[in-house]
């Protein structure tokens, strides 16, 4: 069982940056893809980013390109999420995922990831 806990939401206002963390207490995460998904009140959870467990594939939700970056750390069991220029439109519930698959290219759905964290809350207010 994959245990994923994040941290690092918190409000800021509309322009600034907040940067978001995943622990895996797993000792093979580094063989996971991880991704990173949101949830806005009323609305479905959606893509925001994912990384391949090499560190070297990443894919962003059009939304959010250009603006989030998300890396792996160098201890290996932790996965950021760097989130510059914040919108209100990014205010929502951020949740981390792992994906335990052998596919070569991270999931874009919700449906490719296996283990989630319990989510953490990011607010930006205009």
């Known amino acids: 069982q994959v245990q994923l806990v994040e941290s690092g939401g918190g409000s800021v206002q509309a322009g600034g940056s907040l940067r978001l963390s995943c622990t895996a207490s797993?000792?093979?995460?580094?063989?996971?893809?991880m991704g990173w998904f949101r949830q806005a009140p009323g609305k479905e959870r959606e893509f925001v980013a994912t990384?391949?467990?090499?560190?070297?594939?990443?894919n962003y939700a059009d939304s959010v390109k250009g603006r989030f970056t998300i890396s792996r750390g160098n201890a290996k069991n932790t996965v950021y999420l760097q989130m510059n220029s914040l919108k209100p439109e990014d205010t929502a519930i951020y949740y981390c995922?792992?994906?335990?698959?052998?596919?070569?290219?991270?999931?874009?759905?919700?449906?490719?990831?296996?283990?989630w964290g319990q989510g953490t809350q990011v607010t930006v207010s205009s």
């Open positions: 995922a792992a994906d335990i698959s052998p596919r070569y290219i991270p999931d874009v759905k919700i449906g490719g990831y296996d283990y």
């Open positions: 797993e000792r093979t995460y580094s063989g996971y893809h």
């Open positions: 990384i391949s467990r090499s560190g070297v594939i990443t």
